[in-house]
């Protein structure tokens, strides 16, 4: 069975950092792309990140490009999200995703088939 879980998540000041990972279980994602979303109470769910099966190329959401670095470990296959200079507005419910087709070069759009069941993050002002 495949499983995705995320941990790192938790309460900082604004302008504070965290690290959250996503450790996938029941299968090696190493040649797919895989991304982090967020939803905020009362909004829908909203893309922040996305990585290449190589972790070459990557792509962020206009909001949180250059705070926010996600990269891959392929050995453990485990993704991560490097969250720096929180704001309050940061404060959601954060997921990590899986796509199943291999090999993926567009990391837009991608309709992802493995979540993570989300870990919180709130940023306090």
């Known amino acids: 069975q495949v499983q995705l879980v995320e941990s790192g998540g938790g309460l900082v000041q604004a302008g504070g950092s965290l690290r959250l990972s996503c450790a996938a279980s029941g299968r090696t994602f190493s040649s797919n792309a895989m991304g982090w979303f967020r939803q905020a109470p009362g909004k829908e769910r909203e893309f922040v990140a996305a990585v290449s099966w190589s972790g070459g190329n990557t792509v962020y959401a206009d909001s949180v490009k250059g705070r926010f670095t996600i990269s891959r470990d392929n050995a453990k296959n485990t993704l991560y999200l490097q969250m720096n200079n929180l704001k309050p507005e940061d404060t959601a419910v954060y997921y990590c995703?899986?796509?199943?087709?291999?090999?993926?070069?567009?990391?837009?759009?991608?309709?992802?088939?493995?979540w993570g069941q989300g870990t919180q993050v709130t940023v306090s002002s």
């Open positions: 995703a899986a796509d199943r087709s291999i090999f993926r070069t567009v990391l837009r759009g991608i309709k992802y088939d493995y």
